[in-house]
């Protein structure tokens, strides 16, 4: 069965996945990065990312990077949100490509849930599919490119809340940082009752956020 | 010097401090008594509650036990909101006396911010004073009455979010319950970046809780 799966979702204390007044110079908004300082040290971002000058892995950053490999694996296609895709007013601009460069880190066809659908785009290992569609049709087209593998959900947190409200979602693993942002994007919205049909597991790392996975019980999935 | 301090207060992830539509019946609203259910079987509310038919304190409580017997310590007096006292309307019973019977666990002046004043009322060791006040002029008061030792802002999350939000609390202990109840008595409202002027401690324990604690740092406290 192909899962769908949600990972290393950093959101505040006060449930916020993004700040307010995203733009191309800050894409977190006024968050900066700190939803994702625990991260950055990772040796799965590290790896990611492909740094040249990789440092050395601090030990105190193995718990963290638990988490973070693990959405790396059998992940056979991505969906993200249009304010995952680009800064706001990306559809108006031809020739965004996104954040990543040659090379995005998907190495899957991802899915962008977008108003504007354009013609798709290959970067690398990575082809991006534009479509307007619910997150049901936006599911189903992104099983069938897994390839019998699990589809990840990317963000950012408005898409990840449409998901998880429309019960699509097998795994959800939010990273809960200890800071307030007070505005922008939440990702609990309406979601009241939501954990019934979950098994949760919480823990705290030495970087001082909390890790909480969601797993849907098989009694909720039989049904 | 006497330090303004809030411990065990429960939130849901999406940060109710309680449910809505709360009453006699089910003083948390809707939430029931799932935000307390860490709580209850620790040894220190078996002491509070001072039941004659005690069972034996599962050892798998001693990590919350220790947040949970850190509230009892030092603490001279309290301050409640008039949600904590009493379901709504209380105001118009005048022969409400709170919801803890003739022996309130307090055993020190408690005062309730309402804005309808009555007469001070003791029972056992607990002496309620109700007085229409901001929170800096409550705290003060408070003050006066513990006789050197720290003031407890004893809730519910509307009053701890007002005392948050005027820079009176020196800690705050927060117990994390991951359950969404959607709606109810939020926490975090209007708080953004209040967590700047303080460290943070997290601590996952058996009973699938998060414990969270901000400490004023001295640097903060000394401006």
Same mark, same amino acid.
């Given at each position: 069965?192909?899962?769908?799966?949600?990972?290393?979702?950093?959101?505040?204390?006060?449930?916020?996945?993004?700040?307010?007044?995203?733009?191309?110079?800050?894409?977190?908004?006024?968050?900066?990065?700190?939803?994702?300082?625990?991260?950055?040290?990772?040796?799965?971002?590290?790896?990611?990312?492909?740094?040249?000058?990789?440092?050395?892995?601090?030990?105190?950053?193995?718990?963290?990077?638990?988490?973070? +490999?693990?959405?790396?694996?059998?992940?056979?296609?991505?969906?993200?949100?249009?304010?995952?895709?680009?800064?706001?007013?990306?559809?108006?601009?031809?020739?965004?490509?996104?954040?990543?460069?040659?090379?995005?880190?998907?190495?899957?066809?991802?899915?962008?849930?977008?108003?504007?659908?354009?013609?798709?785009?290959?970067?690398?290992?990575?082809?991006?599919?534009?479509?307007?569609?619910?997150?049901?049709?936006?599911?189903?087209?992104?099983?069938?490119?897994?390839?019998?593998?699990?589809?990840?959900?990317?963000?950012?947190?408005?898409?990840?809340?449409?998901?998880?409200?429309?019960?699509?979602?097998?795994?959800?693993?939010?990273?809960?940082?200890?800071?307030?942002?007070?505005?922008?994007?939440?990702?609990? +919205?309406?979601?009241?009752?939501?954990?019934?049909?979950?098994?949760?597991?919480?823990?705290?790392?030495?970087?001082?956020?909390?890790?909480?996975?969601?797993?849907?019980?098989?009694?909720?999935?039989?049904?």
């Amino acid at each position: 069965m192909s899962l769908a799966r949600v990972h290393n979702l950093a959101i505040s204390l006060d449930g916020y996945g993004a700040g307010a007044d995203q733009s191309l110079e800050s894409p977190f908004g006024h968050a900066g990065m700190r939803l994702m300082e625990w991260f950055f040290p990772t040796a799965s971002f590290q790896g990611i990312s492909g740094s040249r000058e990789r440092t050395a892995i601090d030990p105190a950053t193995e718990a963290d990077d638990r988490y973070a +490999a693990r959405s790396l694996v059998a992940v056979g296609a991505e969906i993200m949100g249009a304010a995952k895709y680009g800064p706001p007013g990306w559809q108006q601009d031809a020739d965004w490509q996104g954040w990543w460069g040659d090379e995005p880190p998907f190495h899957t066809p991802v899915f962008v849930l977008t108003h504007h659908p354009r013609p798709s785009l290959t970067l690398g290992e990575t082809t991006f599919h534009f479509m307007t569609a619910t997150p049901q049709e936006a599911l189903e087209a992104a099983r069938d490119a897994a390839g019998g593998l699990d589809v990840r959900i990317g963000g950012g947190p408005t898409t990840v809340n449409e998901f998880l409200a429309a019960g699509l979602v097998d795994m959800l693993h939010v990273v809960q940082v200890p800071i307030l942002l007070g505005r922008g994007s939440q990702l609990w +919205a309406g979601l009241e009752g939501w954990e019934r049909d979950y098994s949760v597991e919480s823990e705290t790392t030495p970087s001082g956020v909390t890790h909480i996975t969601f797993t849907r019980t098989s009694d909720a999935a039989a049904r």
